[in-house]
Protein backbone atom coordinates (compact mmCIF):
# COMPACT_ATOMS: atom_id res chain seq x y z
CA UNK A 1 0.00 0.00 0.00
CA UNK A 2 1.35 3.52 -0.93
CA UNK A 3 2.39 5.90 2.06
CA UNK A 4 -0.09 8.82 2.95
CA UNK A 5 1.87 11.92 2.34
CA UNK A 6 -0.55 13.95 4.58
CA UNK A 7 0.23 15.09 8.01
CA UNK A 8 -1.70 13.25 10.80
CA UNK A 9 -1.87 14.79 14.41
CA UNK A 10 -0.56 12.90 17.41
CA UNK A 11 -2.29 13.53 20.96
CA UNK A 12 -0.35 12.87 24.01
CA UNK A 13 -2.18 12.75 26.94
CA UNK A 14 -0.85 13.47 30.81
CA UNK A 15 -1.30 10.44 32.75
CA UNK A 16 -4.09 10.20 34.80
CA UNK A 17 -3.78 7.17 37.13
CA UNK A 18 -2.68 7.67 41.00
CA UNK A 19 0.40 5.12 40.00
CA UNK A 20 0.91 6.15 36.65
CA UNK A 21 4.13 8.77 36.18
CA UNK A 22 5.34 7.74 32.57
CA UNK A 23 4.43 9.71 29.23
CA UNK A 24 4.00 7.98 25.96
CA UNK A 25 6.35 9.96 23.77
CA UNK A 26 9.31 11.69 25.34
CA UNK A 27 10.63 15.01 23.10
CA UNK A 28 13.95 13.36 21.94
CA UNK A 29 11.16 11.22 19.77
CA UNK A 30 9.47 13.74 18.59
CA UNK A 31 11.70 15.16 15.01
CA UNK A 32 11.42 11.26 13.92
CA UNK A 33 7.70 11.10 14.23
CA UNK A 34 7.72 15.03 12.55
CA UNK A 35 9.86 12.98 9.83
CA UNK A 36 7.29 10.23 9.37
CA UNK A 37 4.83 12.53 8.73
CA UNK A 38 2.96 13.41 11.72
CA UNK A 39 2.07 17.06 13.55
CA UNK A 40 2.87 15.86 17.94
CA UNK A 41 0.48 17.56 20.65
CA UNK A 42 1.09 17.31 23.79
CA UNK A 43 -1.03 17.75 26.53
CA UNK A 44 0.38 20.73 29.29
CA UNK A 45 3.15 18.70 31.59
CA UNK A 46 2.33 15.20 30.44
CA UNK A 47 5.93 14.56 30.85
CA UNK A 48 6.53 16.24 33.88
CA UNK A 49 6.93 13.31 36.10
CA UNK A 50 9.30 11.75 34.17
CA UNK A 51 11.07 14.94 34.01
CA UNK A 52 10.03 15.99 30.93
CA UNK A 53 9.22 19.50 30.52
CA UNK A 54 7.55 21.43 27.93
CA UNK A 55 10.00 23.56 26.70
CA UNK A 56 11.39 20.40 25.54
CA UNK A 57 9.01 19.27 23.73
CA UNK A 58 8.17 22.16 22.35
CA UNK A 59 12.16 22.90 21.38
CA UNK A 60 12.07 19.23 19.32
CA UNK A 61 8.92 20.34 17.13
CA UNK A 62 5.83 19.50 19.84
CA UNK A 63 2.98 21.41 20.31
CA UNK A 64 1.74 22.24 23.79
CA UNK A 65 -2.44 22.06 23.95
CA UNK A 66 -3.87 25.02 26.05
CA UNK A 67 -7.36 21.80 26.97
CA UNK A 68 -7.93 18.54 26.52
CA UNK A 69 -10.55 19.78 24.29
CA UNK A 70 -7.95 20.90 21.81
CA UNK A 71 -5.72 17.55 22.32
CA UNK A 72 -8.64 15.56 21.74
CA UNK A 73 -8.82 16.63 18.10
CA UNK A 74 -5.95 15.04 17.45
CA UNK A 75 -6.30 12.17 14.82
CA UNK A 76 -4.30 9.73 16.66
CA UNK A 77 -4.27 9.46 20.58
CA UNK A 78 -0.77 7.68 22.17
CA UNK A 79 -1.37 6.30 25.68
CA UNK A 80 0.30 4.65 28.11
CA UNK A 81 -2.68 2.66 29.83
CA UNK A 82 -6.19 2.59 28.27
CA UNK A 83 -8.95 0.07 27.76
CA UNK A 84 -8.91 -2.17 30.78
CA UNK A 85 -5.48 -1.21 31.58
CA UNK A 86 -6.60 1.83 32.82
CA UNK A 87 -10.83 2.15 32.26
CA UNK A 88 -11.17 5.38 34.35
CA UNK A 89 -8.97 7.39 32.22
CA UNK A 90 -11.83 9.11 29.52
CA UNK A 91 -9.58 8.94 26.71
CA UNK A 92 -8.49 5.34 27.75
CA UNK A 93 -12.28 4.13 27.29
CA UNK A 94 -13.62 6.73 24.09
CA UNK A 95 -15.33 8.80 26.87
CA UNK A 96 -13.38 11.73 24.51
CA UNK A 97 -12.33 10.22 21.76
CA UNK A 98 -15.09 9.87 18.50
CA UNK A 99 -15.71 8.16 15.38
CA UNK A 100 -12.70 6.61 13.35
CA UNK A 101 -10.03 8.43 15.87
CA UNK A 102 -7.17 6.35 16.30
CA UNK A 103 -6.10 5.07 19.64
CA UNK A 104 -2.46 3.21 20.50
CA UNK A 105 -1.84 2.40 23.84
CA UNK A 106 -1.20 -0.60 26.50
CA UNK A 107 -4.68 -2.15 27.11
CA UNK A 108 -4.79 -5.54 28.44
CA UNK A 109 -7.18 -6.88 26.79
CA UNK A 110 -7.46 -10.22 27.42
CA UNK A 111 -7.90 -9.76 30.75
CA UNK A 112 -11.32 -7.55 31.14
CA UNK A 113 -12.48 -7.32 27.21
CA UNK A 114 -15.62 -5.16 28.39
CA UNK A 115 -13.61 -1.79 27.79
CA UNK A 116 -12.70 -2.76 24.61
CA UNK A 117 -16.49 -3.41 23.79
CA UNK A 118 -16.66 0.34 24.57
CA UNK A 119 -14.14 1.68 22.58
CA UNK A 120 -16.09 -0.45 19.92
CA UNK A 121 -19.08 0.85 20.42
CA UNK A 122 -17.89 4.63 19.98
CA UNK A 123 -16.21 3.39 16.87
CA UNK A 124 -12.86 4.05 17.78
CA UNK A 125 -10.08 2.25 16.09
CA UNK A 126 -7.71 0.88 18.85
CA UNK A 127 -4.50 -0.89 18.50
CA UNK A 128 -3.70 -2.76 21.58
CA UNK A 129 0.11 -2.77 22.19
CA UNK A 130 0.67 -5.75 24.31
CA UNK A 131 -0.99 -8.13 21.20
CA UNK A 132 2.85 -7.36 19.05
CA UNK A 133 3.59 -10.61 17.61
CA UNK A 134 6.97 -11.93 18.35
CA UNK A 135 8.39 -11.58 15.28
CA UNK A 136 12.04 -10.25 14.53
CA UNK A 137 9.95 -6.91 12.57
CA UNK A 138 8.15 -6.20 15.68
CA UNK A 139 11.20 -5.79 18.22
CA UNK A 140 11.72 -2.54 18.05
CA UNK A 141 8.24 -1.81 18.92
CA UNK A 142 7.95 -4.64 21.49
CA UNK A 143 6.75 -2.30 24.56
CA UNK A 144 6.41 -5.26 27.01
CA UNK A 145 9.71 -6.55 26.76
CA UNK A 146 11.08 -2.38 27.33
CA UNK A 147 8.65 -2.41 30.66
CA UNK A 148 9.88 -6.04 31.83
CA UNK A 149 13.59 -4.54 31.30
CA UNK A 150 12.38 -1.99 33.82
CA UNK A 151 10.30 -4.25 36.54
CA UNK A 152 13.03 -7.01 36.43
CA UNK A 153 16.07 -3.85 37.01
CA UNK A 154 13.45 -2.14 40.04
CA UNK A 155 12.01 -5.86 41.47
CA UNK A 156 16.17 -6.10 42.31
CA UNK A 157 16.71 -3.16 43.92
CA UNK A 158 13.27 -3.49 46.31
CA UNK A 159 14.63 -6.93 47.09
CA UNK A 160 17.74 -5.30 48.45
CA UNK A 161 15.94 -2.92 50.33
CA UNK A 162 14.20 -5.16 52.08
CA UNK A 163 16.31 -7.39 52.73
CA UNK A 164 18.49 -7.52 56.43
CA UNK A 165 21.48 -8.92 54.03
CA UNK A 166 23.93 -6.99 51.94
CA UNK A 167 24.23 -9.24 48.41
CA UNK A 168 27.76 -9.14 47.66
CA UNK A 169 30.72 -11.13 49.36
CA UNK A 170 32.97 -8.81 51.41
CA UNK A 171 36.10 -9.49 53.39
CA UNK A 172 36.17 -6.84 56.01
CA UNK A 173 37.85 -6.28 59.44
CA UNK A 174 34.92 -7.30 61.00
CA UNK A 175 35.46 -10.86 59.23
CA UNK A 176 33.99 -12.45 55.85
CA UNK A 177 30.25 -11.30 54.66
CA UNK A 178 28.97 -14.28 52.82
CA UNK A 179 26.78 -13.53 49.46
CA UNK A 180 23.00 -13.28 49.24
CA UNK A 181 21.64 -16.13 47.69
CA UNK A 182 18.92 -15.05 44.76
CA UNK A 183 16.28 -17.53 43.45
CA UNK A 184 14.66 -15.70 40.22
CA UNK A 185 11.52 -17.97 39.23
CA UNK A 186 10.96 -17.06 35.32
CA UNK A 187 13.57 -16.39 32.81
CA UNK A 188 11.92 -14.10 30.56
CA UNK A 189 12.73 -10.36 30.00
CA UNK A 190 12.11 -9.59 33.16
CA UNK A 191 13.60 -12.45 34.70
CA UNK A 192 16.60 -12.46 33.36
CA UNK A 193 17.08 -8.25 33.59
CA UNK A 194 16.24 -9.46 37.55
CA UNK A 195 19.47 -11.98 37.42
CA UNK A 196 21.77 -9.85 36.01
CA UNK A 197 20.81 -6.55 38.62
CA UNK A 198 21.34 -9.38 41.26
CA UNK A 199 24.44 -10.86 39.72
CA UNK A 200 25.95 -7.24 39.39
CA UNK A 201 25.08 -6.79 42.95
CA UNK A 202 27.30 -9.38 44.43
CA UNK A 203 25.20 -12.18 44.79
CA UNK A 204 24.61 -15.95 44.01
CA UNK A 205 21.62 -16.15 41.59
CA UNK A 206 19.94 -19.18 40.41
CA UNK A 207 17.13 -18.80 37.96
CA UNK A 208 14.31 -21.37 36.96
CA UNK A 209 12.21 -21.64 33.59
CA UNK A 210 9.33 -24.13 32.18
CA UNK A 211 11.09 -23.17 29.02
CA UNK A 212 14.41 -25.51 27.66
CA UNK A 213 15.50 -22.85 25.78
CA UNK A 214 16.15 -20.82 28.87
CA UNK A 215 19.09 -22.49 30.30
CA UNK A 216 21.25 -20.79 28.04
CA UNK A 217 19.94 -17.22 28.36
CA UNK A 218 20.04 -17.62 32.36
CA UNK A 219 23.75 -18.60 32.21
CA UNK A 220 24.53 -15.76 29.97
CA UNK A 221 23.23 -13.30 32.36
CA UNK A 222 25.76 -14.91 35.18
CA UNK A 223 23.19 -16.89 36.92
CA UNK A 224 22.96 -20.53 37.85
CA UNK A 225 19.94 -22.79 35.87
CA UNK A 226 18.29 -24.96 38.35
CA UNK A 227 16.52 -27.78 36.76
CA UNK A 228 13.66 -29.70 38.56
CA UNK A 229 12.96 -32.31 35.79
CA UNK A 230 9.71 -31.28 34.68
CA UNK A 231 7.92 -31.18 30.99
CA UNK A 232 8.58 -28.25 28.72
CA UNK A 233 5.41 -25.83 29.49
CA UNK A 234 6.51 -23.66 26.30
CA UNK A 235 3.62 -21.46 24.45
CA UNK A 236 2.91 -19.69 21.82
CA UNK A 237 5.43 -16.60 20.72
CA UNK A 238 8.06 -18.02 23.56
CA UNK A 239 5.70 -17.56 26.37
CA UNK A 240 4.76 -19.98 29.08
CA UNK A 241 1.40 -21.89 28.39
CA UNK A 242 -1.24 -22.98 31.42
CA UNK A 243 -0.70 -25.98 32.58
CA UNK A 244 -2.49 -28.12 34.33
CA UNK A 245 -3.06 -28.50 38.73
CA UNK A 246 -0.99 -31.78 38.53
CA UNK A 247 2.05 -30.04 37.10
CA UNK A 248 2.17 -26.79 39.07
CA UNK A 249 1.95 -29.28 42.32
CA UNK A 250 5.10 -31.49 41.10
CA UNK A 251 6.72 -27.93 40.18
CA UNK A 252 5.81 -26.52 43.71
CA UNK A 253 7.21 -29.75 45.38
CA UNK A 254 10.31 -29.61 43.20
CA UNK A 255 10.69 -25.65 44.00
CA UNK A 256 10.14 -26.01 47.90
CA UNK A 257 14.12 -26.84 48.70
CA UNK A 258 15.45 -23.89 46.63
CA UNK A 259 13.27 -21.31 47.89
CA UNK A 260 13.86 -22.83 51.65
CA UNK A 261 17.60 -21.85 50.73
CA UNK A 262 17.59 -18.70 49.18
CA UNK A 263 17.88 -15.31 50.62
CA UNK A 264 15.90 -13.78 48.10
CA UNK A 265 13.02 -15.28 45.93
CA UNK A 266 12.11 -13.01 42.92
CA UNK A 267 9.14 -14.24 40.81
CA UNK A 268 7.85 -13.47 37.24
CA UNK A 269 5.82 -16.22 36.09
CA UNK A 270 2.77 -14.99 33.71
CA UNK A 271 0.16 -16.49 31.60
CA UNK A 272 -1.65 -13.53 29.04
CA UNK A 273 -4.34 -13.36 29.93
CA UNK A 274 -4.66 -15.61 32.36
CA UNK A 275 -4.22 -15.72 36.51
CA UNK A 276 -0.65 -16.22 37.07
CA UNK A 277 0.36 -19.40 38.57
CA UNK A 278 0.50 -20.07 42.59
CA UNK A 279 4.21 -21.04 42.72
CA UNK A 280 5.32 -20.04 46.29
CA UNK A 281 2.32 -21.75 48.56
CA UNK A 282 1.76 -20.74 52.31
CA UNK A 283 3.83 -23.75 53.81
CA UNK A 284 6.76 -23.31 51.50
CA UNK A 285 6.73 -19.92 53.19
CA UNK A 286 7.24 -22.12 56.87
CA UNK A 287 10.74 -23.60 55.11
CA UNK A 288 12.60 -20.02 54.76
CA UNK A 289 14.06 -18.33 57.25
CA UNK A 290 13.05 -15.08 58.67
CA UNK A 291 14.35 -12.17 56.73
CA UNK A 292 14.13 -13.40 53.87
CA UNK A 293 12.46 -11.79 50.87
CA UNK A 294 9.70 -12.23 48.02
CA UNK A 295 9.29 -10.07 45.61
CA UNK A 296 6.39 -11.13 43.41
CA UNK A 297 6.42 -9.06 39.59
CA UNK A 298 2.92 -11.20 39.50
CA UNK A 299 0.95 -9.42 42.00
CA UNK A 300 -1.31 -7.87 39.21
CA UNK A 301 -2.17 -11.12 38.16
CA UNK A 302 -3.03 -12.72 40.99
CA UNK A 303 0.57 -13.58 42.51
CA UNK A 304 2.72 -16.39 42.03
CA UNK A 305 2.86 -16.55 45.78
CA UNK A 306 -0.07 -17.59 47.53
CA UNK A 307 0.04 -15.20 50.21
CA UNK A 308 1.09 -12.17 48.06
CA UNK A 309 -1.82 -9.02 47.76
CA UNK A 310 -1.11 -6.68 45.17
CA UNK A 311 0.43 -2.78 45.95
CA UNK A 312 0.87 -4.23 48.98
CA UNK A 313 4.08 -5.33 51.63
CA UNK A 314 3.74 -8.17 54.10
CA UNK A 315 5.12 -10.29 56.20
CA UNK A 316 4.48 -13.80 56.57
CA UNK A 317 6.51 -15.93 59.52
CA UNK A 318 9.15 -13.68 59.48
CA UNK A 319 8.92 -13.29 55.62
CA UNK A 320 8.45 -10.06 53.70
CA UNK A 321 6.32 -10.55 50.59
CA UNK A 322 6.56 -7.26 47.76
CA UNK A 323 3.42 -7.47 45.65
CA UNK A 324 4.40 -4.69 43.65
CA UNK A 325 2.22 -3.00 40.88
CA UNK A 326 3.13 -0.82 37.84
CA UNK A 327 6.92 -1.02 38.17
CA UNK A 328 7.97 0.25 35.08
CA UNK A 329 6.17 3.84 36.71
CA UNK A 330 8.42 4.23 39.90
CA UNK A 331 11.00 4.36 36.88
CA UNK A 332 9.39 7.29 35.10
CA UNK A 333 12.24 8.85 33.12
CA UNK A 334 13.80 5.58 31.16
CA UNK A 335 10.53 3.74 31.45
CA UNK A 336 8.90 6.70 29.72
CA UNK A 337 12.17 7.01 27.17
CA UNK A 338 11.53 3.11 25.97
CA UNK A 339 8.37 3.22 25.97
CA UNK A 340 8.03 6.28 23.86
CA UNK A 341 11.03 4.51 21.35
CA UNK A 342 8.66 1.46 20.68
CA UNK A 343 5.64 3.75 20.30
CA UNK A 344 7.35 5.93 17.92
CA UNK A 345 8.57 2.98 15.37
CA UNK A 346 4.93 1.25 15.74
CA UNK A 347 3.54 4.62 14.45
CA UNK A 348 5.40 4.71 11.68
CA UNK A 349 5.17 1.73 10.64
CA UNK A 350 1.65 2.50 10.32
CA UNK A 351 2.11 5.68 8.49
CA UNK A 352 4.76 4.10 5.96
CA UNK A 353 1.25 1.35 5.43
CA UNK A 354 -0.84 4.25 4.26
CA UNK A 355 -2.55 5.76 7.73
CA UNK A 356 -4.88 6.43 8.17
CA UNK A 357 -5.73 3.62 6.18
CA UNK A 358 -5.28 0.49 8.06
CA UNK A 359 -3.03 -2.04 5.97
CA UNK A 360 -4.32 -5.56 7.72
CA UNK A 361 -1.94 -7.43 5.45
CA UNK A 362 0.78 -5.92 7.32
CA UNK A 363 0.85 -8.89 10.20
CA UNK A 364 1.69 -6.11 13.12
CA UNK A 365 -0.91 -4.31 12.33
CA UNK A 366 -3.65 -7.24 11.54
CA UNK A 367 -2.55 -8.61 15.08
CA UNK A 368 -2.62 -5.34 17.59
CA UNK A 369 -5.65 -3.87 15.65
CA UNK A 370 -8.41 -4.80 18.08
CA UNK A 371 -11.45 -2.56 17.09
CA UNK A 372 -12.61 -0.93 14.17
CA UNK A 373 -15.72 0.27 12.06
CA UNK A 374 -17.41 -0.85 15.25
CA UNK A 375 -16.79 -4.09 15.61
CA UNK A 376 -14.04 -5.71 18.06
CA UNK A 377 -12.29 -7.22 14.99
CA UNK A 378 -9.73 -9.12 17.58
CA UNK A 379 -11.19 -13.78 17.88
CA UNK A 380 -9.28 -13.88 21.55
CA UNK A 381 -10.85 -10.74 22.67
CA UNK A 382 -14.55 -11.55 21.20
CA UNK A 383 -14.45 -15.14 22.75
CA UNK A 384 -13.62 -13.65 25.88
CA UNK A 385 -16.81 -11.26 25.37
CA UNK A 386 -18.93 -14.06 24.52
CA UNK A 387 -17.90 -16.11 27.66
CA UNK A 388 -19.73 -15.83 30.72
CA UNK A 389 -18.84 -13.66 33.46
CA UNK A 390 -17.31 -15.28 36.35
Not at 17 to 46: M, W, Y
Not at 94 to 100: D, I, K, Y
Not at 193 to 208: E, F, K, P
Request: aromatic share 4%.
Amino acid sequence: MPSDTSSLTVGVPKETSAQERRVAIVPADVRSLKKAGFEVLVETNAGLHGGFLDAQYTQQGARIAADRAELAAAEVIVHVRAGAADPREPFAVGESLRENQILVALCDPLSDPRPIAALAERRVTTFALELLPRITRAQSMDVLSSMATVAGYKAVLLAAEASPRMFPMMMTAAGTLTPARVFVVGAGVAGLQAIATARRLGAIVYGYDVRPAAREQIQSVGGKPVDFGLESAEGKGGYARAMDQDFYKRQQAAMAKVVGESDVVITTAAVPGKRAPVLITNDMLVGMTPGSVIVDLAAERGGNCEATRAGETIEVGGVVILGPVNLPATVAHHASQMFSRNVTAFLTLLKKNGLPAIDTQDEIVRDTLITRDGQVVNAQIRERLAAPVS
